[in-house]
Structures are given as C-alpha cells and as structure tokens.
C-alpha cells in the first residue's frame, strides 16, 4: 500500500522558516517523482515544486514567493521542503504527492497528473 505521511507544518511568525517532510512507503521510491502542493480553502490546489528521484531534476512553482528548497534522504525515503521567510499568504494545507512520471514535464504542477497523495499538514504564517 502506497504511503505519504507529511509532517513539520505548525504555526509560524512571518519571516520564520519550516521544514516539511513527506515520509512515503509502498512503491520504490528511487523510481517515483514527489511533488508538494498547497492548498487555501476555495481555492485550487498549487504546486511549491518537484523532485523526480529517478534523474535528480527538481523544478519550483510559480507561486512560490520566497526562498524554498526540496531535497530529499533515499535511506529514510523521505522528501523534505524547507521553506524560509515565510509570509502569511504562505498559509495553506500543504501536501505532498508521488507519480511515476508526469505525462510531460511541461504540465509537472498539474495536481492531476499525481496519483498518490498524503493527508496534508498545515502551515499557519501569522503576521
């Protein structure tokens, strides 16, 4: 059974840092591309970036606004996002997500193109 447990989210002051881990199970992992998304109630679903472990590309969103890494430990199979100087528009449910390749890197941030996805972990930016 495919697995994606996130974890790090919390409350955070403005211009703070977090780091979220996406620890996943079930599939072999060194073949698997694992994206994070956000999400704000009434709005859709936006992709914070990508890992393809399989060639190592990584590729960041658009809707990213401050400076944001995704890395990721094979031992723990574990992909991490740390994310530093946090604005509150960064508020959001933030997910992580695995496929086995998108249909076309061009359409990566399409939340439509992953099939696994763990429950989310909230990340609260006060002002």
């Known amino acids: 059974e495919v697995q994606l447990v996130e974890s790090g989210g919390g409350l955070v002051q403005a211009g703070g840092s977090l780091r979220l881990s996406c620890a996943t199970s079930?599939?072999?992992?060194?073949?698997?591309?694992i994206a994070w998304f956000r999400q704000v109630p009434g709005k859709e679903r936006e992709a914070v970036s990508c890992?393809?472990?399989?060639?190592?590309?990584?590729y960041y969103g658009d809707s990213v606004k401050g400076p944001v890494t995704t890395s990721k430990d094979n031992a723990k199979r574990t992909v991490y996002l740390e994310m530093n100087n946090l604005k509150p528009e960064d508020t959001a449910v933030y997910y992580c997500?695995?496929?086995?390749?998108?249909?076309?890197?061009?359409?990566?941030?399409?939340?439509?193109?992953?099939?696994?996805w763990g429950q989310g972990t909230q990340v609260t930016v006060s002002s």
């Open positions: 890992l393809s472990n399989s060639d190592g590309r990584i």
């Open positions: 079930g599939f072999t992992f060194a073949d698997y591309v």
């Open positions: 997500a695995a496929t086995l390749r998108p249909s076309s890197w061009l359409v990566w941030s399409r939340w439509d193109e992953y099939e696994y």
